[in-house]
């Protein structure tokens, strides 16, 4: 069974960068058909896509988060990661990890991880 | 962007009964559509994809139907643990999601 596991710190400072990793077990992280994503939740509010890379370091990013956003992966590790720089109080939220099949939905996620934003 | 708009924003059904979620695109998105079940501090379930094709595991009592920019999820006879959020999302162009539904008990 697929697993996908977040980590990294749960509060970040106004102004400085995020970074989260998702540890994938279970199953391979260069699938043909699978790309590797990142979607986060606010508190009260509803999911956000963030972006999304293949294996091969191929990377797409929401045009609302795109020059903040930064999507790397390590096949030898078998592990994605996420830098979001510059955060304010609007990125405090719960953030996943997930696959993203064929390109399309999404069908194993992470339980996710909360990071808050404040000084 | 495609705006996928849920309806409505709280659904009250009884346990037994059938309860149906809409979801409405700013856009055509042909069949790129997909439902999640949500239950609180749970990572959410892929329930539907392709407007219609049940995921993997999931009971035959969820259904998926629509296309171009209506869709409907319906749960045909609501079990206990179904009363949880639901969102829908395209994926006909990026991806985005509906706002969520929540369904409780009445």
């Known amino acids: 069974q697929l697993q996908l596991q977040e980590s990294g710190p749960g509060l970040v400072k106004p102004s400085e960068t995020l970074s989260l990793t998702c540890t994938v077990s279970?199953?391979?992280?260069?699938?043909?058909?699978?790309?590797w994503a990142w979607i986060r939740q606010p508190p009260g509010k509803g999911l956000e896509w963030i972006a999304t890379?293949?294996?091969?370091?191929?990377?797409f990013y929401n045009p609302a988060l795109q020059g903040r956003v930064t999507i790397s992966v390590d096949t030898s590790k078998s592990l994605f990661s996420l830098n979001l720089s510059s955060v304010t109080a609007a990125d405090t939220a719960l953030y996943y990890c997930?696959?993203?099949?064929?390109?399309?939905?999404?069908?194993?996620w992470g339980q996710g991880a909360l990071v808050t934003v404040s000084s | 962007e495609i705006v996928m708009t849920q309806s409505p924003a709280t659904l009250s059904v009884s346990p037994g009964e059938r309860a149906t979620v809409s979801c409405r695109a700013s856009?055509?998105?042909?069949?790129?559509l997909a439902w999640y079940q949500h239950k609180p501090g749970q990572a959410p379930r892929l329930l539907i994809y392709?407007?219609?094709t049940r995921a993997t595991g999931i009971p035959a009592r969820f259904s998926g139907s629509g296309s171009e920019t209506d869709f409907t999820l319906t749960i045909s006879s609501l079990q206990s643990e179904d009363f949880v959020i639901y969102y829908c999302?395209?994926?006909?162009?990026?991806?985005?999601f509906g706002q969520g539904t929540r369904v409780e008990i009445k």
């Open positions: 999302q395209q994926y006909n162009e990026w991806w985005t």
């Open positions: 392709g407007a219609s």
């Open positions: 997930v696959r993203h099949k064929v390109f399309y939905y999404f069908d194993y």
């Open positions: 890379i293949y294996y091969t370091g191929n990377t």
């Open positions: 279970g199953g391979s992280i260069r699938g043909s058909t699978d790309y």
């Open positions: 856009q055509s998105v042909g069949s790129k």
